[in-house]
């Protein structure tokens, strides 16, 4: 009986045990109710008198080790497991849900930049506006149809005549009311016309509208300027060209085209077939805006340009339908995760 017990001591220290199952496995061999140990015990009963002291002493010996093997295991078993549960490094990731950007919000971001590069600043200013700062320092005749009911949202007649601005161009005239050239500055904001909702109208939109007064502002300087930024915007190849026009704050005034970026100029039904584009107007502030803003028009010059946003979001994600941007539908704003 002496050597079954020390070939089980043997055969116990040479045990490795690697995992919980296995420590079961161990557990039912060997201190199990039918188990090896249990077996011993067993035997002893039949163990000569004058061995038992020995023989009982070495089986005890073997059940201490066979349990303290069990316990020990079983710790580092569990401590392992509770470490686990902590840190699971095989579990796949949480899907974070990122907001978009409107793509609006995109566009105007990307206007200012490049602006704010070339040293303008951004103003601000009432989308409540009177009318001496929408229309009247902007020398727009006392008839003109644009102040017309058809035109403008009034919010007060009459003298203290107030209105939701139709341009941003207002918010320039703050600006050189309350500044000294040398100016040079662009207004974003939103704007409001008494228009029909449609595919291609709304009663309201977002403008960019940009000033620069200082001594020798050229038309040139005005051409240069926004060949650079619709480079910027639509690429290294973009051109553009410049139609006479009317405004009654500019004069010249110019309406300005950009090659289509979508068909590169070639012909499609959104450049309707001519290569070109219409994205703002523009031209060389008029002497009486200057004047009406305490600039004097004999030193200085300067040159406006306005732009709708919406328009050039249109040409840069083929947005082909204005209430696109206002109907708040998440299938329309989430596809522009990943634009900013
Ligand atoms: N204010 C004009 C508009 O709303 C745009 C413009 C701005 C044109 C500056 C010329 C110069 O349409």
């Known amino acids: 009986m002496k050597e079954k017990i020390q070939l089980l001591q043997n055969q116990i220290k040479e045990l490795k045990i690697s995992n919980i199952t296995e420590l079961e496995q161990f557990r039912i061999q060997f201190l199990g109710t039918k188990g090896i140990i249990k077996d011993l015990y067993t035997d002893f009963k039949s163990v000569p008198n004058e061995e038992k002291k020995e023989i009982g002493q070495l089986v005890n010996n073997l059940r201490e080790i066979a349990e303290d093997l069990f316990s020990s295991h079983k ?13 699971d490094f095989s579990r796949p990731g949480e899907v974070f849900s990122i907001g978009s950007h409107h793509p609006i919000s995109l566009v105007r971001a990307e206007i200012i930049d490049v602006f704010s590069k070339i040293g303008y600043a ?9 009318d001496w700062h929408n229309f009247s320092a902007l020398n727009f005749p006392p008839e003109h ?5 058809q ?6 007649k009459g003298e203290n005549e107030m209105a939701l601005r139709t341009h941003t161009s207002s918010v320039q005239v703050r600006v050189m009311e309350n500044q000294k050239p040398p100016i040079r500055t662009i207004s ?4 409001y016309r008494n228009e029909a909702i449609s595919a291609r109208a709304h009663c309201f939109f977002h403008q960019v509208e940009g000033l620069y007064i200082d001594k020798d502002v050229s038309f040139a300087d005005l051409k240069q300027t926004l060949l650079h930024f619709a ?3 639509f690429g290294e190849k973009a051109q553009i060209r410049l139609r006479p026009s009317y405004f009654p704050f500019t004069e010249p005034s110019a309406e300005v085209d950009v090659s289509c970026s979508i068909c590169n100029a070639k012909g499609c039904n959104v450049c309707k077939n001519t290569g070109w584009l219409e994205i703002l107007g523009c031209g060389m502030v008029d002497p009486n805006v200057l004047e009406a803003c305490g600039i004097d028009s004999t030193i200085y010059s300067g040159f406006a340009f306005g732009m709708g946003i919406e328009r050039i979001t ?3 994600y083929k947005v082909n339908d204005l209430r696109l941007y206002s109907e708040n539908d998440i299938r329309f704003i989430n596809q522009f995760k990943s634009s900013l």
């Open 151 to 156: 035109d403008t949202f009034f919010i007060e």
């Open 145 to 149: 149809p644009a102040r017309d009911m």
């Open 188 to 191: 974003p904001g939103r704007v």
């Open 231 to 233: 480079k910027e915007i």
């Open 314 to 316: 249109q040409l840069k």
């Open 75 to 87: 710790e580092l078993f569990e401590s392992a497991e509770n470490e686990g549960a902590k840190i």
């Open 122 to 130: 951004v103003s601000d200013g009432p989308e409540i506006e009177d």
